[in-house]
């Protein structure tokens, strides 16, 4: 049965599974002080354009943002995300354990919006007892979203200039990135994330890889320390050149980009079916994760053929449901999706 | 140039980076909740002789201890560790990020003795002062130790004794267990672990896996919500299916087991050789990691031609050194290393 | 200037300072053990008819907030709030620094309704990605709430069951209990609070001591390690005797009962001459703070004379206040209070 | 009976008692922006002769040692203490609660020895692992030590030299300074340990206080969010004035002084009498504390008559105990001790 309802279902895109066959017998050091670990950074150095940027490879996504926001962030402060963000609601607390607040303001379109980020700052600041309160010290925010939806240039560049502001850090969650620097009508591509974002990191988990996420810190005064702290959060592989040859591979022949092209490309004719059959769009992506609202019988019945992910209830009658691609999915498979509504 | 330096040299054992091959395009469901992980989890009871034990496939070794040790101790307590053990000096300090206090006492050839931490834990209670200090909770042994010595049968009995007395809990570091289940003259194997141990973790990572940890709870008060703490630690792995995978190849025909037997067989073959031309053994070692006292001036001229890990000064005139092998050390790799002492 | 803007601006009722002093040169016991914390102790379990309760003197709300959440929590758990409770607000950020998250619902009232809890628990248990979740272990109330509120006797109970249903304790800050045991049309007392409560504390600093809050455990099975909770969280005071003298007094001739009586006499005069001359009240509390809307040229000349608490704009032309009264607020400050309105 | 086993026996010395009587009534602004905190700021920045150290009162020493300890470390770095350090035995883990590891070292009389210190933190830089262990990010003293012995200012200054060398932060715990102070031979005074610590807090608990220390740092660059820091570890006092006021009082007419010129020259009183005597002296204290090894009988014989602090067995015939004197203790209470022995 084929499967629609994540991207993270199979293994890891062919190329990179053979260069960790080919390369499989040579003798590296570890901790990521490989030959291939440091092509890999400068690679993605290039790609982003910033020549000093420090480049570490974490196996998740989840160990990516609690290691980096305990990082960036004082003792006394906590982070700014949509209450949609994926740190607030489904990382099991990660935040938290690492003695941080995660500050939730409303999202709009699934994203930290820089007008009510600054509202939420200004109404902190201006509170006569906000030194009993959490300092905001950094903003969270994913791009594509956890529905898809990215942020143009200037909604980056707004949030960074809120946090330039009020000396916050300003934190990127790329888990699909490669699916969002991907879309037909972004203006957002790796140099402009590395303007904006103090820290952010490419994932590879859900493009292409068998695990691994690259943290970029764009920020001078941060990351120095790095490398200790991913050991102190569990977060440091022994054999680091795993990751580097990964992505290394994902970055020869923007392999990581047409990854992300493949998928999109599917997601969009998977969203021109659903919409010419009539189903209502939830939120409007351009991404790999597409968000329809369907009637609960069309929805029943579909799941008897395909897997798709039913977010639950939309209303009496209709059920939100996510569908998903990825690098792996298939032309033939979206086909008979298609066919199906 | 031939590295000895550690067990963590290359990638994975050929026949688990098939099996990822082979199932690399197959769509499994995510979060170790896949047919391969079952099937792994399966294996592992049998081989422990303990059908209701819950396993869990965590990716590193120190991800692994402090997300087991934070998980069995309650708030207030402690972990009991040799000066030596990992937990204590390499894991920059991952416990006491969780919250608690490693409570070292000396080793005895790298381990901890059951009558040195009996003394340890009476002297505890004896003092009237013990409210204001760390209770002991947990005690964390090595097996092998970090530096190559194993627990018999009998002390892992008195320390199990220990902790049932003391109401603590007995967690044993398995990061190179296939190493000692493979020595030639121990009365321990997997049963005899699970028996006395309420948790402890197969290491894959040192054994023929590109990463990878099998914690396993024979404590049935233990582990209900780890899966939960895994997540908040980071330590959950997207696609569980390439941990399941490899622990699942690891325990088919006795590979762990047979991967053991090739490089403990190599191991004692190097130290014979160092033995036989006079060199000194630090501690006596059964398993793949052996330590030598060598002139410097020897180690100088070594170090030239092969890789092997420099333990610093041993006195004046002589250096530590520890030689490792692994399941992908070859025997000629080995000849050319006897040949140059 | 007479001051109302909160319920700790003077020292501690006189009773309590002359005891204090009188017993200033005997010699005790420390951290509690002494004569004086025992015989309180021992007041605080038959006003609650609780024999079996373990009482614990610390010295503030938020240090006895966090340490007890802390304790009666799992590492992997969090404690459900309402938005306006002084754990999730005015806390910073303790709870998330000893490792949990504040999991809020809209407040009520200034209350958990008990329904509205029951939805967000149901829910969560009904997300199929729960375990990725964090698990609410406890449930945080203010009695009276952080808006002078109170909970009627059907509420407390069915918090409780709630909590029993789903493995939770239910936790009562008591900051202002006093206050709270006073009002007129109560049906909740200590008894009541005990019956339901696994946990709670009652406030000394705001009813009449120089600092001090007992923290009382009715559920048999928490608290055993509570004194070493207490060290561990910097909150065990090394003259235990005078948190256990001041409370020793204020359970003595009803001392606690007689502070709040005189308070809640106060503020119900204020609410009724305020009411009287058509000021809106803002929530409608019968104990010690009351909250009113008023126009902001009236707040402004109101606070050239007197000091009230300015919650902040309620409207366009209207301001929302706090009036306080105390153990220590005099008759005659009252009247010139209500002189000018 | 008279007691001898602590420091703590009593409540506070009566011109504080006075002053919180004569005050009591007064309406002061809360957490410590009263006009009574300030003019104890101001006495003790003089006293320091630092007219820009930053001043906060708090509770007790657990709470100000791992609320400053977790205030100056970065996430990743510990704190070196003597292995008689109080915060690495009897604080019941505060410091491991807050994140960070205590490094301990062996101690020297009781103290930090500079060479010593120097030896660890050259050890450290100079393993090619240090990366994977826990960063020492400051130095913990303790004056008077745990032992009641003495740092010269050539001590102190050896251990800044240090710190400035490899970027770590002196702290002073001062649990007992009062007492350190006025000793008879000593060269460090209140400027002294401004000048060469980053920070430390003068005791005022075991030093005529009800209870409270007072957090200073010296260092500009440290303490900038240190309220906050004080609300989110629980040691915020909401009656601020209380400490204000007794710390006031404490800095006037040299009271913490004089107060501890008399516990001295009583304690060396004891001193003398038991050396006359012929008992062996411990550690050779100046200080409040005396540290003497007596014979087990003579032990037994004297705890009929007079509580001291037994500290256990010093062989197996004789017994360490420790005598301590206060701002409180009598000439006639010391007579009578010396009459027993």
């Known amino acids: 049965m084929y499967r629609f309802n994540c991207d993270y279902l199979e293994g890891a895109h062919p190329r990179l599974l053979s260069r960790l066959t080919e390369t499989n017998l040579e ?51 906590g982070v700014i995300s949509a209450d949609t963000g994926h740190i607030s609601v489904h990382e099991a607390g990660a935040i938290e354990f690492s003695g941080h607040k995660v500050l939730t303001i409303p999202h709009v379109n699934g994203k930290v919006d820089a007008a009510k980020a600054r509202e939420y700052v200004e109404k902190f600041y201006s509170d006569t007892t906000y030194a009993h309160m959490v300092r905001p010290g950094a903003i969270y925010i994913s791009h594509p979203s956890e529905y898809g939806t990215l942020y143009t240039r200037d909604e980056l560049k707004a949030l960074r200039e809120l946090c330039d502001e009020y000396s916050m850090k300003l934190y990127l969650d790329g888990a699909r990135l490669g699916y969002g620097l991907a879309a037909d009508n972004t203006d957002v ?33 941060e990351g120095d320390y790095f490398f200790t702290e991913m050991k102190q959060h569990g977060a440091l592989l022994a054999k680091g050149r795993i990751l580097g040859i990964q992505f290394d591979e994902l ?35 351009y991404t ?53 509504i």
């Open 27 to 77: 003798q590296t050091s570890s901790y990521g002080s490989d030959e291939y670990s440091e092509r890999a950074k400068d690679k993605i150095r290039i790609a982003c354009k910033c020549e000093n940027a420090k480049v570490f490879f974490l196996v998740g996504g989840t160990q990516a943002n609690y290691t980096v926001i305990d990082s960036i962030l004082k003792n006394y402060e």
């Open 189 to 221: 591509g790796l140099p402009e994330i590395a303007e904006f974002c103090h820290v952010f990191y490419i994932g590879g988990t859900k493009v292409g890889a068998l695990f691994g996420e690259a943290v970029v810190f764009t920020d001078e005064s």
């Open 251 to 285: 970055f020869t022949d923007e392999l990581c980009y047409n990854i992300g092209k493949h998928a999109v490309k599917l997601a969009m004719k998977i969203k021109e079916s659903f919409v010419k059959k009539g189903y209502r769009v939830y939120l409007d992506s």
């Open 288 to 340: 790999n994760q597409q968000f329809f609202i369907l009637p609960n019988e069309k929805l029943t019945a579909l799941l008897e053929k395909v897997v798709v992910d039913n977010w639950g209830p939309y209303d009496k009658d209709h059920s939100l449901i996510r569908v998903t691609t990825s690098w792996a999915t298939t032309e033939e498979a979206v086909d008979y999706l298609i066919s199906l």
